[in-house]
């Protein structure tokens, strides 16, 4: 049913199965046995990988292969929905995100999550399970294990849920809260990290300008200028390279010297050196933590 | 407040809707709105003068005199116009709109399209409240004389809403439900028009599969698969115009001869010749339009 053809190396990334396992299992167990190009390399479809992350599921729970080969594709399914409806267990909670999105499946994602945030609540759903989930996305977007069309499809339902989760906070009362713009750079479209913040930062009763996607350096400006802001925050996950974001955060302090400066995202995480006045939030729990430790405005 | 955009006298007459002749003799007589002047004497207004004049139009219009009005503070004439809008009709939210736009009201602005779309709903919200108001921004913009920043933060409100109400709506499963893939072309970013067909289209009880911005055809394939059922519904805006509208129509019809394709926002609107002759691909007006489609949808079967 599905034109889209995965590698076994694009299998070990989504499952966390080692090539070389899979290649044993296929030859005793049968567990998979994936087409062959002309030139006799294995290719996999969507079942075969579903199938895949749900042996992987059974298997990381302790099932032995052996027993895991005897169930119908039925039972096996069966099996992971009664893991995955364990709470505390997040991880079998992220890989029925990966599943949910290779199916493109909304009805499976909703279900997912919403379970998870009648359990944990939204806040701790997010950093537990979205967060982590979002980290495995973009890793697996990078190796291009995954089709643009599976990203697009989960970011724009993960968004949709952070959004109607941000609706639901009452705004805070007009005076005395710190503001923090969020922006995101003039080049910059990937907007998820930014509405995490803007959750985070709104349940604790701070204001909140939200410009989000692509805000041009003056306009920026400008809005600081009417509500002059405690902090500005920022996301930066593929717009830039090093140099040219020093440069631009460099400008924006001095343009802005009142205000605290943070900045966060993956681009950023090998080895770079925020310029003075900018504070660099390299994790989800460390930006939670720098919203705890505010002194009392 | 930070008073950093300079208006002409001509963009406060199509902001305001007041004439430039008018205005000047205000100031004369009046002394509202007295502008600073470049070294050619040429006028020139601040945010502060444009909300001003605003709220002035707001009052003459509800009938009070401009003497009346020229003897208010400012404070006191936009307490006025705030009482004004309390149970104002469209026109005048939409100036309302404006106001809390400027001056980055995150409140205010809520308040009147929460009001509304208790009171008219997400689809006559937006035909009579937010179109409206997008066209007066989209002035504004052709002046080159509002900060886009303004216009990022209410758009991210009325983003909010709509998604929002998109939620929900039941995810439909029932027999007579077709699957809908909407998505807009590599580059194009203005999804408004976007999460509202998605509304209604769920709320025909149609399934929506939503990629979103900027999304590449072979993207949109994936997405399909072999479901032939699926209808394609994408929005153009500023990504392509004229001749390469055409081409990229063209292009996109190849690509998916047998499925569906609706095509709309502002570059399909403009001009329908632009729009290739093909049986399989329809141009969609606006949301009446739509619901024209729609409509027709009942008669033929799912096909997945």
Known sequence: MSSIRYSIHDLEQLTGIKAHTLRIWEKRYGIVRPQRTCTNIRYYTDCDLKQLLNVSILNKHGYRISDIARLSDLELADRVLNIAMNPNDYLTQVESLVVAMIEMDEQKFDKILSYASMNLGFEETIMEIIYPFFIKVGLLWQTGSIVPAQEHFISNLIRQKLIVAIDGIPLPARNGQRVFILYLHEKELHEIGLLVYYYLLKKRGHRVIYLGQQVPYQDLLKVATIHPPYALVSCFTSALDAGDLQDYLHTLRNGLPGAQHWVSGLQLLQGFQPPEGVTYIDTLHAFRQAIELLPAS | ?304
Not at chain 2, 267 to 275: A, F, G, N, T
Not at chain 2, 281 to 295: D, K, N, P, V, Y
């Open chain 2, 1 to 304: 407040m930070g008073d950093t955009a300079t208006y002409s006298i001509l963009d406060l007459e199509r902001l305001t809707g007041v004439k430039a002749h008018t205005i000047r003799i205000w100031e004369k007589r009046y002394g509202i709105c007295a502008p600073g002047r470049s070294n050619g004497g040429t006028r020139h207004y601040g945010d502060e003068d444009l909300r001003h004049m605003l709220n002035v139009s707001i009052l003459r219009r509800k009938g009070y005199k401009i003497s009346q009005i020229a003897s208010m503070c400012r404070e006191e004439l936009g307490q006025r116009v705030l009482d004004q809008v309390r149970d104002g009709s469209g026109d005048r939210r939409v100036e309302e709109m404006i106001l809390t736009m400027i001056a980055l009201d995150e409140e205010g602005f809520r308040d009147i399209l929460q009001t509304s779309m208790v009171e008219q709903g997400v689809e006559g919200t937006f035909t009579r409240l937010i179109q409206p108001f997008f066209e007066r921004i989209g002035v504004m913009w052709l002046a080159g004389t509002i900060n886009p920043a303004q216009e990022h933060f209410v758009t991210n409100i009325i983003r909010q809403k709509l998604i929002v109400a998109i939620n929900s709506l039941e995810t439909p499963m029932g027999p007579q439900a077709h699957r809908f893939v909407l998505f807009l072309p590599e580059n194009e970013m203005h999804e408004m028009a976007l999460l509202l067909y998605s509304y209604i289209i769920k709320r025909a009880g149609h399934r929506v599969l939503y990629l979103g911005q900027s999304t590449p055809l072979g993207c949109v394939r994936h997405a399909l698969r072999d479901q032939e059922g699926d209808v394609l519904l994408t929005s153009i805006t500023s990504a392509y115009s004229g001749e390469a509208l055409t081409a990229y129509l063209n292009q996109l019809s190849g690509e998916f001869p047998t499925h569906r394709i609706l095509v709309t926002g502002l570059q399909v609107w403009q001009d329908e010749e632009l729009i290739p002759r093909q049986a399989h691909l329809m141009r969609i007006a606006g949301t009446e339009s739509l619901r024209q489609f729609l409509g027709t949808m009942q008669e033929i079967p799912q096909l997945n």
